[in-house]
């Protein structure tokens, strides 16, 4: 073997070795679904199931940390079945590496088998292991459907633009107050700068996105 072909076969296993060590882009799913944090009062009185008084109610529980605490909400109210055809529209994200089995049960059509095949991948990196991981059992149409209902955390000091704008509400402006305060070092911190531009409500429903070095 020649000293060239030997660099060059070195070079490129150097090269898919950092490929491989290279974290894979953490981000939430894109969809129509309305996030519970966010949806006005207009856009849910529009939904299957909500009157004027469920609205007030989902709305005075804000900011909710996870889709247990709106099923709870929504449950004094509409039976499973009603409840199914709500979040068909209208969803909190669920985190891929957190969420019980109960918050996983509440996105319609995922029973025990799928439930289990989402747990069976953790951690995930990004939405990418989970498009590789989970597509192995259902295609295309329907990923893209599950992909609405999840996310994975983003890492403050390292996402990029596009993963920080894939958090449901967030625009330009707040991008670049993201970025403005890295590295961060605690997310009592993230509280404090971010805290700066928007309300106690609205820092807590950005916080369940993000994540300080992967923690």
Do not use: C, W
């Amino acid at each position: 073997m020649t000293r060239t072909n030997t660099a060059v076969r070195f070079g490129t296993a150097l090269f898919l070795l950092t490929l491989a060590a290279a974290p894979a882009g953490a981000q939430v799913g894109k969809g129509d679904l309305l996030e519970a944090n966010l949806a006005t009062k207009e856009q849910l009185l529009a939904l299957p199931g909500v009157d004027e008084a469920l609205a007030d109610a989902i709305i005075e529980g804000r900011p909710y940390a996870n889709m247990l605490e709106v099923d709870r909400v929504i449950a004094a109210r509409l039976d499973e079945a009603q409840r199914t055809e709500l979040y068909k529209r209208f969803f909190l994200p669920i985190n891929l590496n957190t969420a019980t089995a109960e918050e996983i049960l509440l996105i319609p059509g995922v029973g025990p088998r799928m439930r289990h095949e989402f747990e069976e991948y953790r951690p995930y990196a990004g939405l990418a292991e989970f498009h590789r991981e989970i597509g192995k059992y259902v295609d295309d149409d329907e990923l893209a459907r599950l992909e609405q209902y999840v996310f994975v955390p983003i890492d403050l000091n390292t996402a990029s633009d596009e993963d920080i704008l894939s958090i449901p509400g967030l625009g330009r402006r707040m991008l670049h107050e993201f970025k403005e305060y890295r590295p961060y070092r605690a997310i009592e911190q993230f509280h404090r700068e971010i805290g700066k531009y928007v309300d106690d409500v609205e820092v807590a429903r950005l916080e369940r996105y993000v994540v300080i070095g992967g923690a």
